[in-house]
């Protein structure tokens, strides 16, 4: 017997595909129920046995599952927030965005406190997008974090926990305000000043050509990624990231004193020691 | 017959020892002939057939060879620039470090106008170092910048691209400050973003914990680069680098202040436009 009945999953990109490739394929619901605002999308993943089944209106999806999955672009969570209050208010659900505290919130003031939601994010993303890019095994081993409010629902918390783990995530627990800023680091920063750097070399390619090595394409990979998705994840997630970038900004700073004043000893020890750190992650 | 007689080179790590085997396979000289400052590493090479020969001090490797590669730490080659000047002044040489204006400058202070020096750079480097790293056909379709000034010898300019276009090297030849300005942007510029990035990390990492995911792990990838050899770069290209570093401030405080006054189409074409500049690179 399958741990969950119906799963319904709205968004069928690369982390919503993944996930319904891969909750079939681990036999976790009996039936996994798909909706893509795009036609095309839907019958490719009925076609290629991601999904079991889809409707072609969110309204009909969300009345007939016992568990959700939103996994859209976070400006278009909202809407479906609103449809879960209309049409299914009980539903257990959650999503898989990249930011926590706003979603959390905002399900609390569209639902109200006693929904049956918490919020979901696999550390398990790609620069690609699109149904095309899913992957097997997509969540085996990767870090998942919940992050349940003081009103979460426990059985919903222990529901959501269960799904990510049959999916072979290791799942931590956070509240919402503790995973944007560890976020705002660990990936936000990155992208963030990524993106920064290729703005400068789009307005420099005229000399810079194509002299570029192995060690730039790594380093910017991360700037191929999806430009709406980003543009929601820096304004929801803007004062952390703000405060993280004033952060780098104090370093750099300290980096830029160093250099101006030849200091060498002091420069490889700055080095070395980000070297070091970035070892022991591994 | 081989385009090369003896080829000497002076340091064994991932360039001289991948190098060395290179040209070796390739039969592009009749023999390699090593220097090390650690007589471990060239026994290795001797054993793994790296080198055809070593020398146990420099000064005979550069007198018994007639073209010589530098691929040395750059703050180790003014020494054997050096040995040169006192040994073989005439003999036809390169070097392989990723700062050219002062190399350059150097040789010519050192040895004089007349040297039989010209600057190489292939950009084929990685973040591992020693001759444990040494890799197969490492030079293969990569980038190799030569950089002549007005007192080059041609036929030093014609010998140098030959080594590297047998190495199946894309040869360009740009003067030496253009290297190092372009250089500065394409591979300094992101090493001492990287460098920073890991250190804010470095100061929070108790609340950061193992939060980090491939976004992260490939974009800092080059943080893991060998510290001696990036102090010498950052001191030796200081100029070009707080250059670049200076444009990406003013471009990180132009997106900060869209992200403030909440401009979403604003961020979104910034970042599409970086996205758009990055894919065109490949």
């Given amino acids: 017997m399958s741990d969950f009945k119906k799963i319904g999953i709205i968004g069928l990109g690369v982390i919503g595909g993944s996930l319904a490739l891969e909750i079939k394929k681990r036999k976790i619901a009996e039936k996994v129920i798909g909706f893509s605002r795009k036609i095309k999308t839907m019958e490719k993943a009925l076609k ?31 809407n479906y927030i609103k449809i879960i209050k209309v049409t299914n208010p009980k539903i257990f659900f959650t999503d898989v965005a990249s930011v926590k505290k706003v979603i959390c919130e905002n399900v609390e003031k569209i639902i109200g406190e006693n929904s049956n939601f918490v919020g979901s994010h696999p550390i398990a993303g790609s620069e690609k997008s699109g149904i ?14 919940i992050t349940p409010t003081k009103n979460t629902n426990k059985n919903v918390k222990k529901k959501v926990k269960l ?9 931590y627990i956070m509240d919402p305000e503790q995973h944007d800023k560890i976020l705002g680091f660990t990936s936000h920063l990155p992208h963030l000043l990524i993106y920064t750097l290729l703005s400068v070399g789009e307005k420099n390619k005229e000399i810079l050509k194509k002299f570029f090595g192995s060690g730039f394409f790594d380093t910017t990979r991360i700037g191929k990624s999806n430009p709406e998705m980003w ?20 370093e750099i700073n300290k980096l830029k004193i160093i250099l101006k004043r030849n200091e060498r000893e002091k420069l490889y020890k700055f080095l070395k020691r980000a070297k070091i750190f970035r070892e022991s992650l591994e």
Same sequence: chains 1, 2.
Avoid at 52 to 78: G, H, R, V, W
Avoid at 163 to 171: I, N, P, Y
């Fill in 231 to 250: 543009t929601d994840i820096f304004l929801e997630n803007k004062i952390n990231i703000l405060d993280w970038t004033k952060k780098f900004e104090d």
């Fill in 48 to 78: 290629e046995g991601i999904i079991d089944e889809f409707y072609d209106c969110p309204e009909k999806l969300i009345e007939n599952t016992d568990f959700l999955i939103l996994s859209t672009p976070i400006s278009a969570l909202y």
């Fill in 163 to 171: 799904l990510w783990e049959k999916l072979g995530s290791k799942v």
């Fill in 132 to 145: 095309e890019n899913i992957k097997d095994g997509l969540f085996e081993n990767k870090i998942v974090i």
